[in-house]
């Protein structure tokens, strides 16, 4: 038997993990280019891609949102969330060894590796002969 209150409640904490690291990129891109040492010129010049890379955790945040609030009705949330959460773990990992990040940086990104993982474990603990569906 699935616990879906414990379901609940991690993918509302990822939703609201995403929600502050989107927000904080949106309305305060400086003060994430500090958290990311990333050079002051940098930020300046980068400031329209912190805002659309911020909207766009936003978004993946809301899709968490609702995931914690039906897990069962929106399960292939879960999946986008670890193909998302893979992706930004992937791609922090690549800039690492280019050169274009660092190490801190890096480890960072491994949270959305644990993310990942967790949503790819509820999604397929919850293939059964109710949803039908299985990846």
């Not at 609201?16 to 994430?32: D, H, K």
């Not at 990040?101 to 999604?123: E, K, N, Q, R």
Request: charged share 10%; with cysteine.
């Amino acid at each position: 038997m699935i616990d879906l209150k414990r379901w609940k409640a991690f993918f509302l904490f990822a939703a609201l993990f995403n929600a502050a690291a989107g927000m904080l990129m949106v309305f305060a891109p400086e003060l994430f280019g500090v958290l990311m040492q990333i050079p002051e010129a940098d930020i300046q010049a980068s400031t329209a891609w912190i805002h659309q890379f911020g909207v766009l955790v936003l978004g993946f945040g809301l899709a968490y949102f609702w995931l914690s609030r039906d897990p069962l009705g929106n399960r292939n949330l879960a999946l986008l969330g670890c193909i998302g959460k893979l992706a930004v773990f992937t791609t922090g990992w690549v800039d690492y060894f280019a050169g274009h990040a660092p190490l801190y940086f890096a480890v960072l990104v491994v949270a959305d590796a644990l993310f990942a993982l967790v949503f790819y474990y509820f999604y397929r603990i919850t293939t059964t002969a109710e949803t039908g569906t299985f990846v």
